[in-house]
C-alpha cells in the first residue's frame, strides 16, 4: 500500500497547484491573458485578449454612476457626459499593453472628437506621481479619474472584469454600456465600436438622448 506524505515538502506540492488552478482560472475570465503583478504580490490583474463585444441597443444596460478625482485635481464624473459617446479607458503606468495601446486612443479620440465623442481615463492601482508622469510623457489631453482602490473597475463588475487591465468600455448617448474591450485594442477595433454609437444620434430614433 502506498502512502501520501503528509509533510512540508507534499504541502509546498500541493500549495503551488492550488496557486496555478487559480491563476488558471483567472486568465479564463479575462479572455485568456496572461496574469500579471502590479508590484505588489497580493495584487495580480489580468491581460485580457483584445475580445471585444458591442451590445444592441435593446441589450444595453445603464452604467453606474461613477465620479471622482482626476489626476489634475478636478471633479468629473460619468453624467458630465450624457448626451455623448463616451470611451472610458481603465490603465496604469506599470502596465506594458496599456503603454502600447495609448497611441491609439490618442489617434481614435482626435479623430471623432468633434463628433461627440470624449474620453476619460481611469487611472488604477498606481502611484500617482507615476501615473501623471505617464500621462504626460503620452500627451494625454483627455482627463484620467485617480482611482488607486480600483472602485471603477468593481462598478463595472459585471461587464469587464475588475482585474483586467487595460480594458476599455464604451458608454452611449443615454448613458449606456453600447461596447467593451477586454485586453489592449487596436486602432480598427476601436474605431469599429465607437462608429455606429457615434451614428446613432443622427438615426431617428437616437436623437432622444442628445443633450
Excluded at 478636478?74 to 472610458?88: N, P, R, Y
Excluded at 503620452?138 to 471603477?152: A, I, K, M, N, R
Aim: hydrophobic share 35%; aromatic share 6%.
Amino acid at each position: 500500500m502506498s502512502v501520501v506524505g503528509t509533510g512540508p515538502r507534499r504541502r509546498r506540492v500541493l500549495a503551488g497547484a492550488a496557486v496555478a488552478a487559480a491563476l488558471a482560472f483567472l486568465a479564463g475570465c479575462a479572455g485568456g491573458g496572461e496574469a500579471r503583478t502590479s508590484g505588489d504580490e497580493d495584487e495580480r490583474f489580468i491581460e485580457g485578449d483584445g475580445s471585444s463585444t458591442a451590445f444592441a441597443p435593446e441589450e444595453r444596460e445603464p452604467a453606474p454612476e461613477v465620479s471622482g478625482e482626476t489626476l489634475a485635481g478636478d471633479e468629473v464624473s460619468l453624467d458630465d457626459h450624457h448626451g455623448e459617446v463616451l470611451v472610458l479607458n481603465v490603465w496604469a503606468s506599470w502596465c506594458g499593453p496599456c503603454r502600447e495601446e495609448m497611441p491609439v486612443l490618442t489617434e481614435v479620440h482626435d479623430e471623432f472628437s468633434d463628433d461627440g465623442l470624449a474620453f476619460l481615463g481611469v487611472n488604477i492601482k498606481d502611484d500617482r506621481t507615476a501615473a501623471e508622469a505617464f500621462a504626460n510623457n503620452y500627451g494625454l489631453d483627455y482627463p484620467s479619474l485617480y482611482d488607486q482602490p480600483g472602485e471603477v473597475p468593481q462598478a463595472f463588475r459585471d461587464t469587464v472584469p475588475p482585474k483586467a487591465i487595460p480594458s476599455t468600455l464604451v458608454i452611449d448617448r443615454q448613458g449606456r454600456i453600447a461596447a467593451r474591450v477586454i485586453g489592449p485594442t487596436t486602432y480598427n477595433q476601436l474605431r469599429g465600436l465607437v462608429e455606429p454609437v457615434l451614428d446613432e444620434g443622427t438615426a431617428n430614433n437616437g436623437g432622444a438622448g442628445q443633450a
